[in-house]
């Protein structure tokens, strides 16, 4: 059993932090997450709700409530909203910080509230850290801080004059800055880790959180049961649309589980202090692997890659525009995304047995399979009208 410490998590209620929360809790450790109120939720019940869906199992999730303590505040306040007494006393209490939490908007318009939630709520941590005895802190960035680089984006590099493809990479980009700069002011002793985009999980293919490709799945499967209503079961849906992008560029990514698995055994080291750690893909995805393969799960043929000549000669159709809203994020990647060197990464993991997979054919009708199942069971198929 690794030694027991009281941690401080943000992001709780996110995917990624969500299951690194859970099986933090499974270690034995105590952990006090921070968390925003909704209209409807106090911050516990959103926690709670979240780490139960985690776990799947709720008796499971009961059996680690005693080592769960959830305050209310917000990483982009002064103080992250606590009192001063309250903070104080956390910071003289906890071992360590995992901060998970960010904006994940990506839009222009979101860019104040980007950095004030990721540059911002970076800075208030570090005061935080500052405060705190071990000074001991994990920083969850992402891969895409590298930007529009054409080349390989090595792990002990940040800022290189790179430029971005939008204000989160940039945002997250800044807040290690500031990570860098506290561990050069011995302000903060800290680990970064850097996921590309998280899937669900490595056997199951399980996932919690709906976002990017699978609001993508999510859009095509409904506009898909509507085109097959008086269709036979089980027909091809002949549909063509295009999608910008090349066949022969990349999407990186990497299952849940091994993110969660391999930045835990990267920390348990304390080798990793001062480190950057890319947990990505070493085998990342040709987008004419896994679209094709999605669309054959889905029973659709005729949706195919183009360059932007393709509408320039003929605008976006309806359901074109949709597929682009609905793959906003990802979209913007899907003509090129840099290469993640993870040389320190896969060192550090060597003696474990942790390994990313590859992301194959079966690992895609894992992931979709699971995914489609679940919206089958959640909202079945209407009957067709007499």
Same mark, same amino acid.
């Given at each position: 059993?690794?030694?027991?410490?009281? *941690?401080?998590?943000?992001?709780?209620?996110?995917?990624?932090?969500?299951?690194?929360?859970?099986?933090?809790? %499974?270690?034995?450790?105590?952990?006090?997450?921070?968390?925003?109120?909704?209209?409807?939720?106090? %911050?516990?019940?959103? $926690?709670?709700? /979240?780490?139960?869906? !985690?776990?799947?199992?709720?008796?499971?999730?009961?059996?680690?409530?005693?080592?769960?303590?959830?305050?209310?505040? +917000?990483?982009?306040?002064?103080?992250?909203?606590?009192?001063?007494?309250?903070?104080?006393?956390?910071?003289?209490? !906890? +071992?360590?910080?995992?901060?998970?939490?960010?904006?994940?908007?990506?839009?222009?318009? +979101?860019?104040?509230?980007?950095?004030?939630?990721?540059?911002?709520?970076?800075?208030?941590?570090?005061?935080?850290?500052?405060?705190?005895?071990?000074?001991?802190?994990?920083? $969850?960035?992402?891969?895409?801080?590298?930007?529009?680089?054409?080349?390989?984006?090595?792990?002990?590099?940040?800022?290189?004059?790179?430029?971005?493809?939008?204000?989160?990479?940039?945002?997250?980009?800044?807040?290690?800055?500031? !990570?860098?700069? =506290?561990?050069?002011?011995?302000?903060?002793? #800290?680990?970064?880790?850097?996921?590309?985009?998280?899937? &669900? +999980?490595?056997?199951? &293919?399980?996932?919690?959180?709906?976002?990017? $490709?699978? =609001?993508?799945?999510? &859009?095509?499967?409904?506009?898909?049961?509507?085109?097959?209503?008086?269709?036979?079961?089980?027909?091809?849906?002949?549909?063509?649309? @295009?999608?910008? &992008?090349?066949?022969?560029?990349?999407?990186?990514?990497?299952?849940?589980?091994?993110? $969660?698995?391999?930045?835990?055994?990267?920390? #348990?080291?304390?080798?990793?202090?001062?480190?950057?750690?890319?947990?990505?893909?070493?085998?990342?995805?040709?987008?004419? *692997?896994?679209?094709?393969?999605?669309?054959?799960?889905? %029973? !659709?043929?005729?949706?195919?890659?183009?360059?932007?000549?393709?509408?320039?000669?003929?605008?976006?159709?309806?359901?074109? /525009?949709?597929?682009?809203?609905?793959? #906003?994020?990802?979209?913007?990647?899907?003509? %090129?995304?840099?290469?993640?060197?993870?040389?320190?990464?896969?060192?550090?993991?060597?003696?474990?047995?942790?390994?990313?997979?590859?992301?194959?054919?079966?690992?895609? =009708?894992?992931?979709?399979?699971?995914?489609?199942?679940?919206?089958? @069971?959640?909202?079945?198929?209407?009957?067709?009208?007499?």
């Amino acid at each position: 059993m690794p030694e027991r410490k009281h *941690i401080f998590l943000t992001g709780a209620t996110g995917f990624l932090g969500s299951h690194l929360a859970y099986e933090l809790l %499974g270690q034995g450790h105590r952990i006090t997450a921070l968390a925003r109120s909704s209209k409807t939720s106090s %911050g516990r019940e959103r $926690v709670e709700e /979240t780490l139960e869906e !985690v776990a799947l199992d709720a008796a499971a999730f009961q059996a680690h409530i005693p080592n769960l303590t959830v305050i209310e505040g +917000d990483i982009s306040q002064p103080n992250m909203g606590l009192t001063g007494d309250a903070r104080t006393r956390l910071a003289a209490s !906890v +071992d360590e910080v995992w901060h998970c939490a960010a904006s994940l908007s990506f839009t222009q318009e +979101d860019r104040d509230e980007i950095f004030r939630m990721n540059v911002g709520g970076t800075q208030n941590i570090l005061d935080f850290v500052r405060d705190m005895p071990s000074r001991r802190l994990h920083h $969850v960035s992402t891969a895409y801080v590298a930007g529009n680089r054409p080349d390989i984006a090595m792990e002990d590099q940040i800022d290189v004059g790179q430029t971005f493809k939008n204000a989160y990479e940039e945002s997250k980009c800044r807040s290690e800055l500031l !990570v860098q700069r =506290a561990q050069a002011d011995h302000s903060a002793r #800290a680990t970064i880790y850097r996921p590309s985009i998280v899937i &669900g +999980d490595s056997k199951t &293919g399980r996932v919690t959180h709906f976002h990017g $490709v699978y =609001a993508f799945i999510r &859009g095509l499967w409904t506009a898909l049961r509507r085109m097959r209503r008086g269709l036979p079961e089980g027909s091809v849906v002949h549909l063509p649309f @295009r999608v910008l &992008g090349s066949e022969t560029t990349t999407l990186n990514f990497v299952p849940i589980d091994y993110v $969660v698995d391999g930045m835990l055994a990267i920390a #348990a080291s304390e080798a990793s202090l001062g480190g950057t750690y890319h947990l990505t893909n070493p085998l990342p995805t040709e987008n004419r *692997i896994w679209l094709p393969n999605i669309c054959k799960i889905l %029973g !659709v043929e005729g949706i195919h890659f183009v360059d932007e000549s393709s509408f320039a000669k003929e605008p976006m159709t309806r359901l074109e /525009t949709m597929f682009q809203k609905q793959m #906003a994020f990802y979209y913007m990647y899907l003509q %090129g995304e840099p290469r993640f060197d993870c040389r320190r990464t896969l060192e550090a993991l060597r003696k474990t047995t942790i390994q990313c997979p590859e992301v194959t054919v079966d690992f895609i =009708a894992k992931m979709v399979g699971w995914y489609v199942d679940f919206l089958n @069971r959640k909202e079945p198929t209407p009957p067709t009208p007499q």
